[in-house]
């Protein structure tokens, strides 16, 4: 079975509004009906009121009995014409019997013909006060009919009785009329809007199934592909940061790709260079006297090696949140010094001046001493290698309002301005550090990021183009006990 959510929408949708209509339409049957029905009570009880009335006017004769009582006449023949009009306007039977139920006048010739109806003699009693069936007039008439009888009363005692049949089925040849007009115009207007409801579920699933082929293009590898945005809606915004998202899968995977082929290059370029010598040293190629000196390279090459690792270990335990704070309190400028120290004889080699450091005092802070001792590590070293020649590092300490502000700044050619907004992502390198830093891994300032914000700070980076680079952070200052 079709299960997507177009199918899935409009069938929801669809079974909704054909119920609506359905509903409607036997909501509006039923209440056609009662008001047919209620309307065709009245008008024929209305008009048996009015014949009545008539012959009450009529009934002008009268004379004494044996038993000394008065007793009217009617004259049917005023009323017969009067009769006959009224029928034929209203399209019903009239019918006028006397108090026993005989029956002394009718629009119907078959029942006048009848004579005596003997049938209406047990409708009699239920008459007095007003009478309204829809049947046979117990058995009167061959097919149901709406039947409304009234008493014509003189002197508070019945002359004669009064009664108005309509054949039933004009009703419901009206109702079933109305109702096919009805039924065309909800078929006419479930058609639209299941129509219009095709065209906006439609409009609605397609960038859904874009976005899923996408995903899958996604799944394969191929960050390519792309989904057309249309509008300013919830979809919209989807199918936006979908688009997005490829953009950052692709970049990652170009970074990955990237850092795996820097780190196969680092690890074989010192692995070859430490089996070649070891071997030339096992196999007597390098002479005992030069040993001592290719021993140094590879014990360098060794460092090399474990620094890379290291590098790679401390990346993989922060992306994983398994990195667990040892906190102490120590100085803060006391780590820069250790640092600059450690950094002494590269520093000499280049000529750069230090300078910043005679007016810092002592900046104390809460956090782990080896990860901060990283980070500065991190940002002496870049300043190192990318001062030149003779060139001036100014280091600063500041604290105020609870925190300790850190800013290294260097002279040289600085960073593009295109490039800032990558320098702290993972993998990244410059063009210009390629060229400079070839042992770079583009792992020194995200891991620099990274351990500023496992200490509640920040970090941010600002240069101009051949004048500096300035790497600025703060973190929280120890508090006073």
């Avoid at 209203?90 to 004579?115: E, F, N, T």
């Avoid at 006060?129 to 008493?151: H, I, Q």
């Avoid at 140094?296 to 290291?310: A, C, D, G, T, Y």
Wanted: glycine share 6%; hydrophobic share 45%; net charge negative.
């Amino acid at each position: 079975m079709f299960k997507s959510v177009f199918f899935k929408c409009f069938s929801v949708i669809a079974a909704v509004i054909a119920g609506g209509f359905l509903a409607m339409t036997l909501l509006q049957f039923l209440l056609t009906t009662r008001f047919l029905a209620a309307e065709k009570k009245d008008l024929l009880q209305e008009n048996a009121q009015n014949i009545a009335h008539h012959i009450v006017i009529s009934a002008t004769n009268s004379y004494i009995s044996e038993k000394g009582e008065v007793v009217y006449q009617m004259d049917l023949k005023t009323v017969s014409p009067f009769l006959r009009m009224l029928s034929d306007t209203v399209d019903a039977h009239i019918l006028i019997s006397d108090s026993r139920g005989r029956v002394l006048l009718s629009s119907d010739k078959q029942l006048a013909d009848g004579g005596d109806a003997a049938l209406l003699q047990s409708l009699l009693p239920r008459i007095e006060d007003g009478y309204y069936e829809v049947g046979t007039l117990d058995g009167l008439y061959e097919n149901r009919r709406y039947t409304a009888a009234v008493p014509v009363l003189i002197d508070n005692r019945t002359l004669a009785y009064v009664f108005v049949s309509s054949p039933a089925d004009s009703l419901t040849q009206t109702l079933y009329f109305n109702l096919r007009i009805y039924a065309v115009s909800v078929a006419g207007a479930l058609l639209l809007s299941c129509l219009v409801l095709w065209f906006l579920t439609y409009r609605f699933a397609r960038p859904l199934r874009q976005m899923a082929a996408a995903t899958r293009c996604f799944a394969q590898g191929d960050f390519s592909a792309r989904v057309t945005v249309k509008g300013k809606d919830e979809v919209a915004e989807l199918a936006d940061a979908l688009n997005h998202m490829a953009v950052s899968l692709s970049s990652v995977e170009t970074m990955q790709r990237s850092f795996i082929a820097n780190v196969s290059h680092e690890l074989k370029t010192p692995m070859t260079t430490i089996a070649g010598f070891l071997d030339g040293i096992l196999d007597g190629t390098i002479p005992p006297e030069k040993q001592a000196q290719y021993m140094q390279i590879v014990s360098n090459e060794v460092k090399r090696l474990s620094r890379l690792v290291h590098s790679i270990l401390n990346l993989s335990r922060i992306d994983s949140g398994e990195v667990k704070m040892n906190t102490v309190r120590f100085d803060l400028t006391d780590v820069v010094g250790t640092v600059l120290v450690s950094s002494e004889q590269r520093i000499e080699d280049k000529g750069l001046h230090i300078t910043g450091m005679e007016e810092c005092g002592k900046m104390e802070m809460f956090g782990d001493y080896d990860l901060m001792s990283q980070v500065l590590y991190n940002l002496l070293d870049n300043a190192i290698k990318f001062t030149n020649e003779g060139g001036d590092i100014d280091i600063r300490l500041h604290s105020g309002e609870g925190r300790i502000y850190v800013k290294i700044r260097n002279t040289g050619a600085g960073i593009p301005a295109d490039e800032m907004p990558r320098i702290f992502q993972k993998f990244y390198k410059s063009d210009r550090s390629r060229s400079l830093d070839k042992n770079g891994m583009g792992l020194g300032l995200y891991i620099v990021k990274s351990i500023i914000r496992l200490h509640g700070g920040e970090v941010a980076v600002r240069s101009v183009e051949g004048e500096f680079t300035e790497f600025s952070f703060w973190v929280p200052a120890a508090s006073i006990s």
